[in-house]
């Protein structure tokens, strides 16, 4: 069966019968419109008075699932789209949060941006080749701007903590944690300095315990396992060797599946089960062969080991979660064990100090000295489990970027200063190029502004008047004037302290323009035939 284009040609039918294709202008419109949606969704939760959305899945769900949060990541995990160009968005906020931690909203925003201004190009017959080629020379001259205006304080310790504190403030500054920044601030500059290097955000555990305030909150140092341990066992222990197992310790009990066994008395069924018990024993004694003073397992522990390691004056502690014993592993220097036959091959954790102590209103075991002495641990307080789970995310957010900013020690102006700073380099490019592709690096630079116009639009200020005063001052020599969100006028961003790293913010943007320029070189979208269920009787 044929069909007819556009001036009545016929055309052949090529797809199943129940597959769709939408070709040219109604392909690019359809990109358009998913991406833009998508983007538009999370602008409001930009910059430093940023909104929060409520995500209440569908249905019904056991537990508390709703989640309060305006991390541009968290909202675009949890939404399902059908939209092809609104999966790219998704994927690259994913990618953001991944690679860096935090600018997952002004990736979406500013990819969103760019298509937008795309769109308008596109109605005026520019072709999205010539689009795409000025884009590229936009975003070489806009990353070449950027990090020509940062600066780099590392060879200053005194200098560079300063400027992780300022990173950390001004990346606290739009998460819920605003009110307390200086408080978390510290936390987190505090633990990430304790890695010395390290971006192995292993080392610093996040704890949530309901009750208190935020600002109760507190570093500890070494690693909380929040555990009971065994009865009758010793509730200190100094100079740990720690032995961390995945192993089953309940073969006291008779586990003979899908088979019957029978015996003629009772004492038959007492010999079956003192077979087991030495079974058991003489595990337990393989695992006290390695001269260890503390037992940690994935497993459960039944009662006849937790006995025997009793009597021993092991401490045993059981059903430490799989994330648990991986964390253990890696601040105390141990292997996992599975089995314990030869001792010389198997190495031990270390620590100086085990002990029980009350947090809130739970018993916890705190390990001190462990081998890696970058390891420690924020204990999160909070009034609900909503406000902890949004800390936890914020806190996350501002360990990652400082992480990054160790890594890569270059930090620039926050608020619309870098965006400022690299749209004024793209428009005195669009002066010096000829041609449809000065329209392309124009719209470029118009996008790039609508970031701090949307940080003011969301503030609840005139968006246009603080963006053209913005403007302004960075044409007459003020390179450091950004936003500054509390007085609503334009501030020395340097002055205020609102900083943010080189890494964080040029990742944002090449990752939005790639994405802007992937979505707009779409021009046909296949939508393939479901699979129809087989009627006959199946396989």
Known sequence: MAEMDAIGNMMPHVFKHDAQEDKGENARLSSFVGAIAVADLVKSTLGPKGMDKILQPIGNTKGNSVTVTNDGATILKSIHVDNPAAKILIDISKTQDAEVGDGTTTVAVFCGE????????????IHPQVIIQGWRKAVKVAREALEASSRDNAADVEKFKEDLMNIARTTLSSKLLTYEKEHFAQLAVDAVLRLKGSANLDYIQILKKLGGSLRDS??????????????????RIENAKIMIANTPMDTDKIKIYGS??????????????????????????????????????????YNFPEQLFAEAGVMAI????????????AVTGGDIVSTFDNPELVTLGTCKL???????????????GCAAGEACCIVLRGASSHMLDEAERSLHDALCVLTQTVKDTRIISGGGCGEMTMSKAVDELAATVSGKQALAIEAFARALRQLPSVVAENAGYDAAELVSQLKAAHYTGQVRAGLDMNSGTIGDMEALGITESLKVKRAAILSAAEAAEMILRVDDIIRCAPRKRDDGHGH
Do not use: C, W, Y
């Open 260 to 301: 019957r066994v029978r015996v003629e008395s009772m004492t038959k069924v007492a010999e079956i089960e003192e077979a087991e018990k030495d079974k058991m024993r003489e595990k337990v004694d393989n695992i006290l062969k390695h001269g260890i003073n503390v037992f940690i397992n994935r497993q459960l522990i």
């Open 114 to 125: 760019l298509l937008r201004e795309a769109e308008k190009l596109v109605e005026q017959r």
């Open 218 to 235: 507190f570093l500890e140092e070494g690693f909380i396992l929040a555990k009971q341990i065994g009865v009758g066992q010793p509730k």
């Open 354 to 368: 085990i002990e029980e102590i009350m947090l809130g209103e739970d018993k916890v075991l705190r390990f001190q």
């Open 318 to 329: 059981e059903h430490a979660d799989f994330e648990g014993i991986e964390r253990l592993a």
